[in-house]
C-alpha cells in the first residue's frame, strides 16, 4: 500500500508574471527571469530523477507547469477557437497607480484598484495569479500529461 504517485510542480515562468513585465511595459517575458525558472525546474528534475532511482519505484512524477503556460499563453494565437487573451501579460486587477496593488484600500476604505470589464478576457487577475481563464489555459496545456499520475 502506501502513496503509488507524488506529482510534484515546477515553477511557472516567472518573466512572464505582470508584476515583473510591468517593469518594462508589459511587451515581453523577462529573459533572465525565465532562466531562472528553467534553471529551477531543471534542478527539480534532476533531484526528482535521483528519488526515483532511490526509491526503485517512479514515485514522483514532475508537472511541467511551465511549459503549460508558455503554450497557454501563446496557444491561441495559432489555434482558432481556444481562449484568447488580448494581452496575457497584463493583469485584470491593478493598483489605481504604482503605489498600490490589486485589492488595496486607502485609510478609509475605499478602493485603490480598478478591476477590467471582463475577467474571463485576462490571462491574470492580479500580478502574480492566473485568473480563473488562466487557469483554464493552462489546465488544457497540461491535460495531456495528467495520464502519467495513474
Not at 18 to 47: D, G, R
Not at 103 to 110: L, Y
Request: hydrophobic share 35%; glycine share 6%.
Amino acid at each position: 500500500m502506501g502513496v503509488r504517485k507524488v506529482a510534484v510542480m515546477g515553477i511557472q515562468p516567472l518573466g512572464c508574471l505582470p508584476q515583473v513585465s510591468a517593469l518594462t511595459s508589459y511587451p515581453n517575458c523577462s529573459v533572465t527571469a525565465n532562466a531562472i525558472a528553467n534553471f529551477h525546474n531543471q534542478m527539480l528534475e534532476k533531484s526528482l530523477q535521483k528519488l526515483n532511482k532511490d526509491s526503485k519505484d517512479s514515485v514522483f512524477v514532475k508537472l511541467d507547469i511551465y511549459s503549460a503556460f508558455m503554450a497557454a499563453m501563446k496557444k491561441q494565437e495559432h489555434h482558432p477557437g481556444t481562449l484568447k487573451f488580448k494581452d496575457p501579460l497584463r493583469q485584470c486587477c491593478r493598483g489605481v497607480n504604482s503605489t498600490y496593488s490589486c485589492g488595496d484600500v486607502n485609510k478609509n476604505g475605499a478602493k485603490k484598484y480598478v478591476t477590467c470589464k471582463n475577467p474571463n478576457s485576462a490571462f491574470f487577475w492580479d500580478g502574480v495569479h492566473p485568473s480563473q481563464a488562466g487557469w483554464n489555459a493552462v489546465y488544457s496545456a497540461l491535460k495531456s500529461s495528467l495520464h502519467k499520475l495513474r
